[in-house]
């Protein structure tokens, strides 16, 4: 099985910087379309970023504006997510999913494997 856990998040002031990584230890990474999602409390889970497969090609949320990363490390098994100039409203809980398929998608739905979660706050 596909098992995702995400690391890397913590409590971080206005302008700062975090990277969240993806690790899965189960199975290779490498076949599975790779995205980062959030959710903040009482709100609705939102698409953030995607990367394909190759990681030649990556997609990011209009909110990102310029701001956020999204890379993966076929070695490391890893995907990441950099995340600069943060905001309060960047303040959600971040997970990872992968899909199998080429191409990337915005929905949460088309993601069969999803990690735990990890905490990002970011203060004013």
């Known amino acids: 099985q596909v098992t995702l856990v995400e690391s890397g998040g913590g409590l971080v002031q206005a302008g700062g910087s975090l990277r969240l990584s993806c690790a899965d230890s189960g199975r290779p990474l490498s076949t599975y379309v790779m995205a980062w999602f959030r959710q903040a409390p009482g709100k609705e889970r939102e698409f953030v970023a995607a990367?394909?497969?190759?990681?030649?090609?990556?997609y990011y949320a209009d909110s990102i504006k310029g701001r956020f990363t999204v890379s993966r490390d076929g070695t490391k098994n890893t995907a990441f997510l950099q995340m600069n100039s943060l905001e309060p409203e960047d303040t959600a809980v971040y997970y990872c999913?992968?899909?199998?398929?080429?191409?990337?998608?915005?929905?949460?739905?088309?993601?069969?494997?999803w990690g735990q979660g990890t905490q990002v706050t970011v203060s004013s």
């Open positions: 999913a992968a899909a199998a398929g080429e191409f990337p998608s915005r929905r949460g739905d088309d993601y069969k494997y």
């Open positions: 990367i394909t497969r190759s990681g030649g090609r990556r």
